[in-house]
């Protein structure tokens, strides 16, 4: 039996009040991490990835020029967040790395929705959590079957006749 889609529509709707809720729980500590353009976000994402790194890796990994990359990781270094150093055997090649507030605040990001909703299931009495976890292994489980039925058939199969 299907379910009715005044029914599907009411946990969609729950589904994004929850995200917002996660949203608007983020700690007032986080607003240096808003204060960041797109640009110097996934700069710090990436040196936090492929720490330390040399400015023309952090480049090439971005897909930008070494001067974009280099004067982003510049104003990374002037609001430290990053720490850019000479390499000890060769001084024409500078690396970055995130400072230690660099590396809270990528982990703040990372982590901080986790956290308010550790705090939201903790509150949770135990069948209540034991329906919540069955009904989203549901949801997952027919994602998962969505996901196989769109995959093209033979996905990954070596033709016999291709040699």
Known sequence: MDPSPSAVEAVIDLMRRHAELVQTSIDPHEQ???????AQFRTLL???HAQPA????LARRMGVGL???SHVVDRLVNVGLVERFD???DRRRTFARLS????????????GPLHALRAALSRLDPPTLA???????ALVAAQHAIAEERRPTGAGDVSSDVR
């Open 32 to 38: 240096p991490l808003f204060d960041l353009s797109m």
């Open 46 to 48: 990436t040196v936090d």
């Open 100 to 111: 230690p507030a660099g590396q809270e605040l990528v982990d703040r990001f990372k982590h």
């Open 131 to 137: 329906a919540l976890r069955h009904g989203l292994e």
């Open 87 to 89: 390499d000890p055997t």
């Open 67 to 69: 001067p974009a990359a």
């Open 54 to 57: 040399t400015i023309s890796e």
